[in-house]
């Protein structure tokens, strides 16, 4: 009796100790299907549901149980859901909702300071992240906050950058064991980026990786000159974690200034790349760069998504992504070693990839004077926006921006805390560009299917256990598809562009789907 | 240079403090001066000399091609490389939705429009001043030689029936586009194509569509709003039709066609120039 007694009194005790979420709920989000705990659901970056309430048959039924009206335009956010409370972010605020009504439970924010200036993007933010009892959130002006979970109160705040630079955080943190991974906006003013740790308890950063290597570090030899120094590669867009081999994922960002890269000659390492860190050192295992000296804009800023699979008979831990230059990749997580890859968009910049993934590059296709056509244009074939894994079809899904665009090089200077990209696009006309929801076979990129859109999308996606994919179009539609055959089953006009990724969770048991759409967040079910 | 310090960076701040301190420094010259001689006249100096400088900031010409530059260099990442839009708005229109007047887009630039265009704090008044001109250049009209007689062009517009399609000074038929200030928006030559080969001079993003529901029943007209499952076009008559694209037999886009008649051959060559002097003459209400 008394054992029993001390291991309740020490489960309690352990649990007052963790929080609500303990790291171990996270990792586990599979035993919780109701919960939606981390910004892609699972550490994996899968966007899948297994929800299943909600199916190929049933989703013609769905409507709109609440909607809540953000204090921002434009919102970017990607709910959390823990223990029927949703949390969510604007650009330096923060509010829990009553998941049952969408009423408000508490807010938080943090002034704008005047002297800030987004450069390059707008004050959006793309969501918090929890760790046993706080919630974590990155502002413009470039600090991690610590909140508390039950009341918004402030716990701590950590300055990641000076955004007096051009440092800014639009990003969703990621929670790890015990730290709070943040990466940083700014691949259009000039900045020196990093990947930043900081210690979930305390704030005190844990480490910093450079994504530019300093003078004497392997790969500052690929920055001509002083460019290095200015050479942006930000760390945009949530990364990835395998709680097994303890590596954190993240995508690179591009070089800048974007569209001139004689200025930076060489591979300009490491824009454009996935990087794989050691969690507990934040050190270096692998990286794979996309894009060698790009001058497109077209950041890795992807979330990775890590699946197990046979390739050639023999189980393999995997790393993909359908990366912003048009190309979807497949590497070994462990090494980083390239397995598959080809296009899955309409490009005109590469006759395809070499033994090794590198892309062979076709003449002509820089930014000139006087124009260069290309395809895809600079914000990529697809971009931030989640793509999805579903275990149960095996397919990739991802919303693709089929569009072209004059692509012109210019004059640039640097100067602190200003635009520093040197050109921009003409992009091709409204009615010679389009959309696609592509799903890809994941071990080897061929098209499954393709559902059109009218203009090139925004949105996320999100995949369920109920077969279905879920997205959104830039005219407002919010839809279902078939996840197998792309049909269309569902559609709902929201009246706002949508630019957010779609979750799922449960309240009282009950499916939801969940979807930001300008300044209204919707929640659809029975 | 700025002569709001507060906006000012520090090298602007130092610049405006050189020019206070050399003003200053000359004023107190000239006032040694008029004490040692005694007499007012270099007083009428420094006022003249103040309503010459005043006279030289009002009349200073904003310079378009300086504008440009900076426009590449600080706009184009949104607007365009030339202005004609992107993750931002196009700017080569006549009236801009934040922008009224001149004055209007200064502070747009300076202030930006949150949450997505940032703040121009970094640009100096000339600066502010030559992208305006740049901006304002993108939707000018360069004159062309308009030989046409606008009185005699008047009685052709009305001969040919355009207000049966054109609402022109608030009369007609809102199926075309509106004509009320076409001669802010389109070159004569552009106008005289239309009139005789409309297919070859199609407004931006103009597309006429045919649809046929599962009835039979066939609607063709100008698409005023299509997603990725509706479509919207309203019909000759003025008459809006909403329908789902999966719902409809076919939907035809008919891409470089338009429901406007070619007048070559129906109107004689001067009648033509006249009906395109007066519709260039259209610059709207003030």
Known sequence: MKIIFGTLLSAVFSVAALGQVPFERIVNADKEPGNWMTYSRDLSGHRFSPLKEITTENVGNLKVQWAFQFPNDASETSPLVVDEVMYITGPNWAAALDVHTGRRLWSWNRAIPKDYHSIGFGLVSRGPTVLDDKLYVATMDCYLVALDLKSGAEIWSSKVGDYKLGYSMTVAPLAIDGKIVVGVSGGEAGIRGFLDAYDAKTGKRAWRFWTIPGPGEPGNETWDGDSWKTGGAPTWVTGAYDPELKLVYWGVGNPGPDWDGEVRKGDNLYSCSFVALEAETGKLRWYFQFTPHDTHDWDAAHTPVLFNAKIDGRERKLIASANRNAFYYVLDRETGEFIAGQPYAKETWASGLDPKGKPIKLPDSDPKEKGTLVWPNMNGATVWFSQSYSPETGLFYVAVREIGSRYFKRESRYKPGTLFVAGGEDELPPDDVWGEIRALEATTGDTKWIFKLQSPPWAGVLSTAGGLVFSGSDEGNFYALDARTGKALWDFQTGGTIAANPISFTVNGKQRIAISANRVLYVFGF | ?286
Not at chain 2, 150 to 157: H, K
Not at chain 2, 190 to 208: C, H, N, R, W
């Open chain 2, 1 to 286: 240079m700025t002569p709001c310090l507060a906006r000012g960076t520090l090298p602007d701040i130092l610049q405006n403090f050189r020019v206070l301190r050399r003003v200053t420094i000359l004023l107190a010259k000239m006032l040694r001066l008029i004490v040692a001689v005694g007499l007012l006249l270099p007083l009428a100096v420094i006022v003249t000399l103040a309503g010459q400088a005043k006279t030289k900031k009002q009349t200073a010409t904003a310079d378009a091609a300086a504008g440009k530059k900076l426009f590449e260099e600080h706009c184009a990442l949104c607007h365009g490389i030339d202005g004609r839009g992107g993750r931002g708005p196009s700017l080569n229109r006549v009236h801009l939705t934040h922008a009224a007047d001149d004055e209007a887009l200064k502070g747009v630039i300076m202030d930006g429009i949150a949450p997505n265009m940032p703040q121009g704090w970094y640009f100096d008044d000339d600066d502010v001043a030559n992208l305006v001109a740049f901006v304002r250049s993108l939707s000018k009209v360069r004159p062309d030689p308009i030989p046409g007689d606008v009185t005699r062009g008047a009685s052709v517009y009305v001969k040919s029936g355009c207000s049966g399609c054109h609402i022109l000074d608030g009369a007609g038929t809102g199926y075309g586009p509106d004509l009320t200030a076409i001669g802010e928006r389109r070159r004569a030559s552009f106008l005289q194509q239309v009139i005789s080969k409309p297919p070859a001079a199609l407004p931006e993003d103009f597309l006429l569509v045919k649809a046929t529901t599962p009835a039979g029943e066939t609607v063709q007209g100008i698409r005023v709003n299509e997603d990725s499952f509706t479509i919207q076009i309203k019909d000759p008559s003025g008459r809006y039709h909403s329908f789902r694209k999966d719902e409809l037999t076919e939907l035809k886009k008919l891409r470089g066609e338009t429901p406007m008649p070619s007048f070559e051959g129906i109107l004689s060559a001067t009648e033509i120039q006249d009906l395109v002097a007066y519709l260039a003459s259209q610059r709207g209400k003030p």
